[in-house]
């Protein structure tokens, strides 16, 4: 990786010394090289390639699917998926580069939560073989799954090919997250917390924390008997019972807030965690039809 980036910086050098001295060279040196900007993007120097594809002899020629291709390539390995798809959607269905552009032109939207650009993209592809069918099915399949629509992303994995060659691990995996949200019961942060309000540590026993609810409870329930204790000796004006009660009151409120806390967090690293996992697996069949 190292190794790479030296080496992007070496080119990067070269690039801005003909830059400034371009006029020191032929009308035919200053032309747009596409070889060597696809050279760079085949290395990894996707900046470089960018930086040439953005100079005024490459911009001319903004209708150009190779340039297009490669510049949307280049913002896609720096994820800047958003320019990336820009690029892509202008690939037109007479370049060899359309059909890669335009699947992962849909992905990039996906992968922003643009879920409705992403159908858009994904719909207007011209399809001519049941696989690269097969594929969009199974790209819809995954959005509506992503969208928390169940029953419609259920309908789209029965219209996907299973057996089509690179999809029969991601179609399984992505029924078995299907399968898992159907079964997954979403808790309620307001329930946590009022649960923790009656009994102390009942909010994290229903968040699953059985330690946490445990250590809740005895925290609690012991400093509110010590302050009914010194209450009932004392009185309320007494220093003890002051102190005890107010330890007893920032525990017991803590003690609803974590319950609504825990349950917050559990609810967004699961839904973060189903998200990574279908984009996960609608990006494997995309590597396999089409490669890096």
């Known amino acids: 990786m190292a190794i790479n980036h030296s080496r992007c910086i070496y080119i990067a050098l070269i690039v801005v010394f003909f830059s400034l001295h371009a006029n020191a060279f032929s009308q035919n040196n200053s032309e747009c090289d596409l070889k060597f900007i696809d050279h760079l993007v085949n290395t990894g120097c996707y900046e470089e390639a960018l930086f040439l594809l953005d100079s005024s002899d490459c911009s001319s020629l903004q209708m150009n699917d190779s340039i297009n291709y490669l510049r949307g390539w280049s913002h896609y390995s720096l994820n800047q998926p958003v320019s990336s798809s820009e690029n892509f959607l202008k690939i037109t269905p007479a370049s060899s580069f359309y059909l890669k552009s335009h699947f992962y032109a849909a992905y990039n939207y996906t992968q922003t939560g643009n879920y409705d650009k992403a159908t858009e993209a994904l719909d207007k592809i011209e399809l001519k073989t049941d696989s690269l069918i097969t594929l969009k099915n199974y790209q819809i399949a995954g959005i509506k799954l992503l969208q928390g629509n169940l029953p419609l992303s259920e309908e789209w994995l029965k219209m996907t090919d299973r057996s089509r060659s690179g999809m029969t691990d991601p179609y399984d995996r992505l029924l078995n997250v299907l399968a898992e949200m159907k079964n997954h019961r979403s808790k309620s942060p307001f329930i946590a917390g009022l649960m923790s309000g ?9 968040a699953g924390k059985k330690g946490g609810a445990i250590s809740a409870f005895i925290s609690t329930a012991g400093l ?12 309320l004006s007494s220093f003890k019972t002051i102190v005890f009660g107010s330890a007893f009151a920032v525990t017991y409120i803590a003690n609803i807030y974590g319950s609504v806390f825990t349950v917050r967090i559990q609810e967004t690293e ?7 996992t279908i984009l996960f697996n609608l990006h494997i069949p995309l590597l396999s039809i089409f490669g890096k």
């Open 224 to 235: 509110g008997l010590v302050t009914w204790e010194n209450y009932r000796k004392s009185g």
């Open 270 to 276: 699961y839904k973060e965690n189903v998200k990574s």
């Open 198 to 206: 009656i009994i102390p540590g009942s909010g994290k026993f229903y």
